[in-house]
């Protein structure tokens, strides 16, 4: 492995790997940038002081320096921000500087590229991260491998293969980390796996409805708070954040894959701001009857969720509309999480939280999930958004069936299961975690921790997020929130 505190020169070998590059990433302009945009070659000093690997094909092999970061993201955007087959365009520049500036735990260091006659032409990212992987709530260090991209024009020259390996290294040597997780695309998952990586299944749930039924068929005072649904505001120190990561917390340790969220700064700009152009984000929290976050009252039902719809999607909705009256719109539920307020802080903020009971559960979820609705699809040509069939997806482990079941929520009835099989994980050093019955077990290879993060064996683990609602056998207990998505 690499010794990161070395200054050293390796000259490699370029053994082709046309699969790996062409397999896991879209196709890309080349070298061309955006229109208007401003192309960042590498700086000259970007290669001083730096762990080198040279190949004998003039790509030069190392980490990332601060002042390329922008020829980095100009990279990420060529290779990414072209057409899909189904005509919708790749991710923009801007979601790739919001994902580095609104990282606290960003690293350069952590950014392999490969340069080419001063250009960055192939990458890998190491994301620095905490996840829930086990029973006893706490999160274990991790690297989320992202930002996988190669040049079209410099393809099948095995350079992700060694980016991956420095990643490897960067994860283990640097870090300390004893594993690493990356979602893939479904292609590129059999390349991966090549190198060591294992999948994960993470069940998804669709949810069919329409907001006319989930207004109607919610508990009884469902359909009057609306009123009671407001844009989050992401403040450092505010009300709505304290509120909003307790939250979190109730229930997100509780689900295996989560990420921890430590940091204000990581909430306010990484899941608060989130620019991507192709989507419409709704970031909402409900309070009964609209109370602002510092005059809450114990006993009060709250609750927030942040869903988004492709608007790619949305303008074909209509056109589709005329063909299918019966097509659905497809609305990602992020996140979705709900409780009452347990105590409170001498400055009136919430200071804890508790779960609600199924009843409560209902109308919470109820309110939440109409005003998420109503306010995605009104950007729609038509007026009437009342009866438009939605798809809601969510990770099963958020809204399991026995919750879902216990608090009656009638408009979910219609219900259909997909397994996510992107999701991977790779195991470096031995290391142990917690399991359900509370003893603790030794994790040696990827099969020991796909077994845990697998669905719950035995009955008696209840959900944190609903009172008296016990998991069955079989239930899915591993489920990521695509807010953190890298």
């Known amino acids: 492995m690499l010794a990161y505190a070395a200054r050293k020169t390796v000259q490699v070998k370029m ?106 032409v192939s990458s890998v990212r190491v994301y620095n991260r905490a996840i829930h992987i086990d029973y006893s709530r ?4 991790t690297g989320g491998i992202g930002d996988v991209a190669t040049n079209l024009n410099h393809r099948g020259k095995s350079l992700a293969k060694k980016l991956m390996r420095m990643a490897d290294d960067y994860m283990h040597d640097a870090r300390g980390y004893d594993f690493g997780v990356l979602h893939a695309a479904p ?13 994960v299944n993470m069940s998804e749930t669709a949810l069919f409805t329409s907001l006319k039924h989930v207004v109607v068929d919610s508990a009884e005072d469902a359909a009057t708070a609306i009123t009671s649904v407001r844009d989050i505001v992401f403040a450092r120190g505010g009300a709505d954040l304290t509120l909003v990561k307790l939250l979190h917390c109730l229930v ?21 701001q989130s620019n991507d152009s192709r ?67 001498e400055n009136g903020h919430v200071k804890s939280i508790a779960a609600q009971n199924p009843a409560e559960f209902n109308t919470s979820i109820s309110v939440l ?23 809601l997806i969510v990770p099963t482990a958020l809204l399991p069936d026995e919750v879902l079941d216990a608090a009656n929520l009638v408009w979910a009835n219609e219900r259909e299961k997909s397994n996510e099989t992107a999701w991977m994980f790779k195991v470096f050093v031995p290391f142990s975690i917690a399991t359900a019955n509370g003893s603790s077990v030794q994790i040696f290879n ?5 077994q845990i993060l697998g669905p719950v064996i035995s009955e008696g683990r209840f959900f944190a997020g609903c009172d008296g609602v016990a998991l069955k056998p079989g239930a899915e207990v591993f489920g990521f929130l695509k807010t953190d998505a890298f």
């Open 15 to 120: 053994s082709l790997l046309t699969a790996f590059e062409n397999v896991m990433l879209p196709v890309s302009r080349g070298t061309t940038p955006e229109p208007g945009a401003t192309s960042h070659p590498v700086p000259p000093d970007a290669k001083q002081n730096q762990t080198t690997i040279t190949a004998p094909t003039d790509y030069e092999i190392r980490a990332l320096v601060a002042a390329e970061i922008p020829a980095f993201l100009d990279h990420l955007d060529t290779v990414f921000h072209v057409p899909k087959p189904n005509g919708s365009m790749g991710a923009a520049r801007e979601l790739f500087a919001d994902h580095w500036e609104g990282d606290p735990a960003r690293d350069p260091a952590g950014v392999m590229v490969a340069v080419h006659a001063t250009q960055i």
């Open 138 to 141: 706490a999160a274990h260090p």
């Open 187 to 199: 292609l590129a998952a059999p390349i991966y796996a090549s190198i060591g990586w294992k999948g």
């Open 252 to 272: 997100a340790p509780s689900i295996l894959g989560t990420f921890a969220r430590t940091d204000d700064e990581y909430w306010i700009r990484y899941i608060g």
């Open 279 to 345: 989507r419409n984000v709704v970031r909402l929290l409900y309070t009964p009857d609209g109370k602002h976050t510092d005059a809450l009252q114990v006993g009060d039902c709250v609750g927030y969720i942040i869903a988004e719809v492709l608007k790619f999607d949305l303008e074909g909705l209509e056109k589709a509309k005329i063909a299918d009256a019966a097509v659905a719109v497809s609305v990602t539920i992020k996140e979705i999480f709900v409780g009452k307020v347990a105590s409170l802080q």
């Open 369 to 391: 999930i109409a005003e998420s609705i109503k306010k995605l699809l009104s950007t729609l040509p038509f007026s009437d958004i009342a009866t438009q069939r939605v798809k």
């Open 446 to 450: 990827n099969d020991d921790l796909v």
